[in-house]
C-alpha cells in the first residue's frame, strides 16, 4: 500500500496506528486536518497528533473505522465495546465527528 493511501494516528502516548485514508476518512475531523489547504503539518505529512486520546481508545477507534467501512459495504457485524470504554470513547467519538 503506497504511503499516500494512509494515515498515521498518534495517541497521547505516542503509540502510532496506520490505518487506510479511506477509513480515516468517516471522521470530519481528520478529513478536515488531512485536506485543509495551508501546508499544516497533518496535510504535509499524512499524520495526526491526538494528545487527548489514548492508545487504547484510538485503537478502539481505528476498528471502528474499518468496522464501518464494512458496514457499509452490506457485512453486518457486531461491533462489541466494553463497558468500561463507553465514556471515553463517546467523547472521543464527539471530537472526532464520527
Not at 498518534?10 to 502510532?16: D, H, P, V
Not at 468496522?67 to 472526532?96: C, D, V
Request: aromatic share 10%.
Amino acid at each position: 500500500m503506497k504511503k499516500e493511501e494512509t494515515v498515521k494516528l498518534i495517541s497521547a502516548e505516542g503509540m502510532e496506528f496506520v490505518i487506510d485514508k479511506e477509513a480515516a476518512m468517516l471522521s470530519q475531523t481528520i478529513r478536515n486536518m488531512l485536506t485543509s489547504p495551508g501546508g499544516f503539518a497533518e496535510t504535509e505529512h499524512g499524520e495526526v497528533t491526538f494528545p487527548e486520546i489514548s492508545a487504547l481508545i484510538l485503537e478502539k477507534i481505528c476498528q471502528y473505522f474499518y468496522w464501518n467501512l464494512q458496514y457499509s459495504r452490506g457485512k453486518e457485524t457486531e461491533f462489541h465495546i466494553e463497558p468500561e470504554l463507553t465514556l471515553e470513547l463517546m467523547m472521543a467519538a464527539n471530537y472526532l465527528h464520527t
